[in-house]
């Protein structure tokens, strides 16, 4: 999709930031397209397609008490685009202050990468009507479940690919292929003139990992259903279990804390409590980044779950 092959570009904003004057630099280049659909019975509500490319450049800029940063991105990648931007980076990274704990990682760096799973190239050959036919099959199951079912706010389905390549001027380029894909289903349930709604979503890397629709459907319709009918309970100390959709949105909080960025920075309150217990021994979080097939998300996938659980 880029005017030049992805290590050409990112190596040619690598060189170009160099040549203006920067001390270092690093350059990450996305190219992603991707198509969601939604359906509302039987009938399609929208279908869109998309195709996005991006370059962020970061430049730093040597000072006697730290580096000076700064980064920009753009999506025209023309080599005179590419040009421009590098050189109008490192010159916004000499007015900003300088920074002691800017600066490109130490080495060593892989020299593999290893197969994380995160990507199958045959579910590009899926095409659109297809994965229409998975929101169809998923409404209808949550419309099927039960008479109470009456409407919906729809089911959607979604499919991003992405190839990642990232590089800086200490000598490191690596380059991967990223794909996720997801079912979403939103039932209202109706009963003695109340109504209530509520939802359920699959997502994977893979579209063979993912629910099935059929499964989809009618869970996101009991999920509806349980909530008719609902009573406000009186205050009280009582133990609480959070199921899976709501147990994410808690630790998210404590995984921004432990986060590397903030780490380093010495910006959490976690930043010198490696080794030792900070909650109830019960319980333990492994953050496994070289799980094949994990949901380790991006920015824009992060985005998307965050869309279906704000829906709840």
């Known amino acids: 999709m880029s ?17 203006a004057g920067a001390s270092a630099v690093d350059a990450v280049l ?38 000076r940063s700064a980064s920009t991105s753009t999506s025209d990648l023309s080599p005179e685009a590419v040009d421009r931007m590098a050189a109008e980076t490192t010159t916004l990274a000499r007015a900003t202050a300088e920074d002691p704990t800017a600066g490109l990682p130490d080495d060593p760096f892989a020299t593999e990468i290893p ?25 209808a199951a949550a419309r ?4 109470r079912i009456d409407n919906s706010e729809g089911s959607q389905v979604g499919s ?28 209202v349930a109706k009963s003695n003139g109340g109504l209530q709604r509520d939802y359920w979503y699959t997502i994977a890397r893979r579209l063979s990992d993912l629910e099935q629709p059929t499964s989809v459907g009618r869970r996101a319709a009991e999920r509806a259903l349980r909530r008719l009918g ?13 199921d899976a959709v709501t147990a994410p949105s808690l630790l998210g909080h404590l ?20 080794g030792e217990t900070i909650a109830t021994e019960s319980m333990t979080v492994i953050d496994d980044g070289i ?22």
């Open 3 to 19: 005017v030049e092959a992805p290590r050409d570009t990112v190596e040619r904003a690598i060189d170009r930031a160099r040549r």
């Open 30 to 67: 996305i190219e992603s397209d991707s198509v969601e659909a939604r359906v509302r019975a039987a009938e399609i509500d929208f279908v869109t397609q998309a195709r996005e490319r991006i370059l962020g450049i970061r430049a730093l800029v040597a000072g006697k008490h730290g580096a």
């Open 115 to 139: 197969d994380l799973a995160l990507f199958d190239p045959a579910d590009r050959d899926v095409d659109v009507e297809t994965r229409i036919q998975d929101a169809r099959a998923a409404e």
């Open 144 to 147: 099927g479940a039960d008479p």
């Open 160 to 187: 991003s690919f992405s190839h990642v390549a990232y590089g800086n001027s200490a000598g490191f380029f690596g380059e991967y292929d990223t794909a996720i894909h997801s079912l979403f289903s939103e039932p």
């Open 230 to 242: 609902a009573k406000r309970v009186q205050t009280s100390e009582a133990s609480v279990i959070f």
């Open 255 to 274: 995984i921004g804390c432990v986060n590397g960025y903030s780490v380093y920075r010495q910006t959490s309150y976690l930043a010198d409590k490696l």
């Open 291 to 312: 799980r094949p097939g994990g949901l380790g998300l991006s920015n824009r996938e992060r985005n998307l779950v965050a869309s279906f659980d704000d829906l709840g």
